[in-house]
Each structure stands twice: as C-alpha cells, then as structure tokens.
C-alpha cells in the first residue's frame, strides 16, 4: 500500500471539480449509453496535462466509488470495455475514469521507452534467516514497520488475515501454516542476510531482544532452516492466487498495486484506506513488502 495513490486520487477529485470539460453522450445503442462523459486535461506535479476521460452514471447525486485505468493504447474506445470485463462494475454504478498516459494520444509530455538498461548486480546472501512476528492488529503491524527497517534486514514482507485465512483453507497452503501461531490479524515477514549462520542468528536474536523490550507483536516464529524458510515464501507468494480462488459469487477486484509509501505514513495510509472501505461496506486484503 503506498501514500502517493491515496494523494494522486485525492488531486484528480480536486482537478475535476476545477478543470474545463467537455461534456459528451455516448449514441444510441452504446453499452455506455447509461454514463455522462467527460474529457478533461488534468495536471501533474510537473506542469504536463493528461488527457482524461470520465464515465459518471447518469442521475446520480451521491458519492460513488471510482474507477482508474491509465493507458497506452489510448482511450478512444473506453467505452468497449462496459461490454467485457468492466460490464459487472458497470452495473453496480462505479463512475470510471480512463487516462492517456504522458506523451500518447491526447496527453502532453514526451513518451520514452527504455531501450537499454545498465544494472547493478548484487550476489546473493550466503545465509538468511526469518524472524515471522505475529500481530492481534495490522495497524500495529504496520507501526512497527519503520523500527524494523532501523535494523537492516534484506527484506520485510506483510501478510495480513484474509490470505492467512484463504491458506487455512486450501489443501496445499494449509500444509505450509506450521510456523503461525493463533490467528493473527498480519504477519510480518522479516528476513536478514549474511556471510554466515552465526551473523544472521545474531540479527534476528537482535530483533527478537528489541521486540520483548518494546512490546510488539504477541508471538514470532524464527525459520533458519532453508526449506522451512523455502515454505514460509511460498505461503506469502501464494497470497494473490489465494485472493481470486474465492469461493462464492464475491470476488475480489486487484485496483491499488505497486503504490509506494514512506515507511513512516504507511500505518496512516492503511487507516485511511481501511475507513473507506468501511464506509462502502467492502473488506480488503493487504499485503506487501518493505
């Protein structure tokens, strides 16, 4: 979960109620015929304008929840997506806003495409070691995130209870949920890395001997052991394939990935987050990794 989404949708609000539009109707016999539709220019923090189309369901006053695709292929042809993929939200009254990305189509800005790349290589680590903390509450999870970081790991990944709950129930993940204590609202995922057994053993005993002083997280599952370790990162890798096996007519929709938060605003953007969600009446599954 990242800050910079939550800011970028709460600038494009602003800019709709500000910008000049167009207002347009799809013709007769369109399958977006039930949207009002807007095509406006609206700016980034860099001065470019990006072309912006804007489906609103027609006769409707009250709040809605929205939609965002930004695109290469243009968004001339929108309104084709209601008849395929998009046709349920359609239907259930999400206003949709499709944008040309910078330098395409009606967008300004200069399109680049990266032809060669020049990458700096690290070796992998000798050793790792996993310190798996257990939490009651994913806020307090995410709090902890930042005094984690402070420590050096190689990695820090979270997996909150919706996806522990859908491996609880899953043949194959089920066998992989050895290491979970209780039934934690998220996990924390915390991996060190060394030159040896001895340093990374050390690491975690550090973690471990900070986490009893400060009082976070109610349980921790050390894995030091390779193919233990091997399990617990399968477990975590499974989570989005876990999220779309639901069962029942609910399923979930993926719309805020690859966001970047500071470590310090993540357990502010998760509140908010989750507070819009209450107020839609919809649940959500987090996880990610630092």
């Known amino acids: ?16 109620a500000s910008a000049a539009v167009v207002t347009g109707r799809q013709q007769a016999g369109s399958p977006a015929n039930e949207f009002d539709v807007r ?3 609206i700016g980034a923090r860099d001065g470019v304008h990006l072309h912006t189309r804007i489906f609103t369901p027609k006769n409707q006053r009250e709040p809605l929840p929205m939609i965002m695709l930004r695109t290469p292929y ?13 046709r349920g939200l359609a239907d259930e009254g999400y206003i949709f806003v499709f944008q040309d990305i910078r330098g395409k189509y009606g967008s300004e800005g200069t399109f680049v495409i990266v032809l060669e790349a020049k990458m700096r290589l690290v070796d992998r680590p000798k050793h790792v070691a996993l310190d798996v903390i257990h939490y ?5 999870a995410l709090e902890c995130s930042q005094a984690i970081l402070e420590s050096g790991p190689y990695a820090v990944e979270l997996t909150d209870k919706m996806i522990l709950d859908l491996a609880r129930g899953n043949i194959e993940q089920s ?10 609202a998220a996990i924390l995922i915390v991996e060190y890395a060394g030159d040896t ?5 050390a690491k975690v005993d550090a973690l471990e001997a900070r986490r009893q002083r400060e009082r976070f997280g109610y349980a921790a599952s050390v894995a030091l052991d390779v193919r233990e370790q091997g399990e617990i990162w399968k477990l975590r890798k499974a989570g989005l ?5 639901t069962h029942g007519d609910a399923k979930p929709l993926a719309f805020v990935e690859d966001t970047a938060v500071p470590p310090k605003d993540l357990a502010k953007f998760v509140a908010r987050f989750r507070e819009i969600f209450a107020r839609h009446e919809v649940d959500g599954a987090y996880y990610g990794h630092c």
Request: charged share 20%; glycine share 8%.
């Open 136 to 140: 009651r509450d994913i806020q307090e």
């Open 39 to 41: 095509d406006v220019m």
């Open 175 to 184: 066998k992989r949920m050895g290491f979970v204590q209780g039934d934690p």
């Open 74 to 86: 243009g968004n001339a042809n929108a309104a084709a997506r209601f008849t395929s993929y998009m």
């Open 1 to 16: 979960m990242a800050i910079a989404p939550n800011t970028a949708v709460l600038a494009l609000l602003m800019a709709l």
């Open 197 to 201: 057994a001895e340093e990374v053993r």
């Open 241 to 245: 394939g876990l999220l779309f096996g």
